[in-house]
């Protein structure tokens, strides 16, 4: 399986961006699937998953009522939405198997949250 997160990009305080996880080469049907993220000199954090089953959603304080997962098993994609942003949602995002990783991590996304 291949994980590829795009979506990243430069943005002000306060704007908004939409990532995606596609998947390849299986499929992300019942697994609970959560983003990640990792800034510069941190280790990396989970920030958001949501259930494979329910489709049930936990998202850490840091990002509640910011940001919001969601999931399309058809497209095989995960989104993050994330509003608000703050210059410390500055990192590279990713996506994986949640609560614990279990797949080899793509890529990953840059945010850089600056004015």
């Known amino acids: 399986l291949q994980l590829v997160e795009s979506g990243g990009g430069l943005v002000q305080p306060g704007g908004s961006l939409r990532l995606s996880c596609a998947a390849s080469g299986s499929t992300l049907d019942y697994y609970h699937i959560g983003w990640y993220r990792q800034a510069p000199g941190k280790e990396r954090e989970g920030v958001t998953c949501i259930s494979g089953s329910d489709g049930s959603t936990y998202y850490a304080d840091s990002v509640k009522g910011r940001f919001t997962i969601s999931r399309d098993d058809a497209k095989n994609t995960v989104y993050l939405q994330m509003n608000s942003l703050k210059p410390e949602d500055t990192a590279v995002y990713h996506c994986?198997?949640?609560?614990?990783?279990?797949?080899?991590w793509g890529q990953g996304t840059q945010v850089t949250v600056s004015s």
């Open positions: 994986n198997t949640a609560p614990h990783a279990v797949w080899d």
